[in-house]
């Protein structure tokens, strides 16, 4: 369960290749690259504790909300703007670890994520996509008939994920006890701070969805979306999602 330096090189060094903007602590990325040397094996054993006690710290839960326009949406719609959480650089070197062990478990034990999953996954892209479309379509009209896609967008998709949805994807895939347990942790007691219209700081619990900006974030929404690509569907429909 312990820590290895390699997992830790491999989650700096994509802190190497982003420069993005700090969490709530104000610690950008490349202070814990240049500070890596010095601080490495404690931050292995601060990991690897936090693993072992099934707990992610309560100050890495905590983001700063910030939010960015929609092209084409009118300013005082609140659709108009995409919520994106800033967090801290330590806390998203953790989720890197842990999202990385959660998706040796799936390639490796499983089961795996379906197929048809395209999105927010290694070695695939939207042209793959595109191209199983393609492919179906061809195979489609070769066969004398005709092909039709419908289209579907999932409004507030990460914000409105609920949390027992991920837990039961988890069990479901056989994820280890250890990684569901700081996975279960990592959902609890979450908050955002934001700046109202006052000037006032503002801080609100969240009890739904995953934070965008995250690095888990993306892998649990696939997760608790695997079950509905897994549907039997009658001969000749598919589906894919991207």
Not at 14 to 39: F, H, Q
Not at 128 to 135: F, K, Y
Request: proline fraction near 5%.
């Amino acid at each position: 369960m312990g820590v290895t330096v390699e997992e830790l090189d491999r989650a700096v060094s994509r802190l190497k290749a982003r420069n993005t903007a700090p969490g709530p602590d104000g610690i950008p990325g490349w202070v814990l690259v240049l500070s890596l040397a010095a601080l490495g094996d404690r931050l292995r054993q601060l990991f690897t504790r936090c693993l072992r006690c099934a707990t992610f710290p309560t100050a890495w839960k905590e983001a700063r909300l910030v939010l960015l326009k929609k092209e084409g949406r009118a300013a005082d719609s609140p659709s108009a703007y995409r919520p994106i959480c800033l967090l801290d650089e330590i806390g998203k070197l953790f989720e890197r670890i842990v999202a990385g062990r959660l998706n040796r478990h799936l390639s490796r034990v499983g089961p795996d994520l379906a197929d048809s999953q395209f999105g927010f996954r290694r070695e695939r892209s939207t042209i793959d996509a595109i191209m199983r479309v393609r492919s179906l379509s061809e195979q489609a009209i070769s066969q004398g008939g005709v092909a039709l896609a419908v289209s579907l967008d999932i409004v507030n998709a990460f914000n409105s994920l609920p949390w027992d949805a991920i837990k039961r994807a988890l069990a479901h895939h056989q994820v280890p006890p250890y990684l569901q347990g700081i996975i279960g942790d990592y959902l609890r007691d979450r908050y955002i701070l934001y700046m109202g219209q006052d000037g006032r700081k503002i801080r609100r619990e969240i009890k739904r969805g995953v934070p965008q900006g995250s690095v888990m974030g993306p892998l649990l929404w696939n997760l608790a979306y695997d079950a509905v690509l897994r549907i039997d569907l009658p001969a000749g429909v598919d589906r894919l999602l991207c």
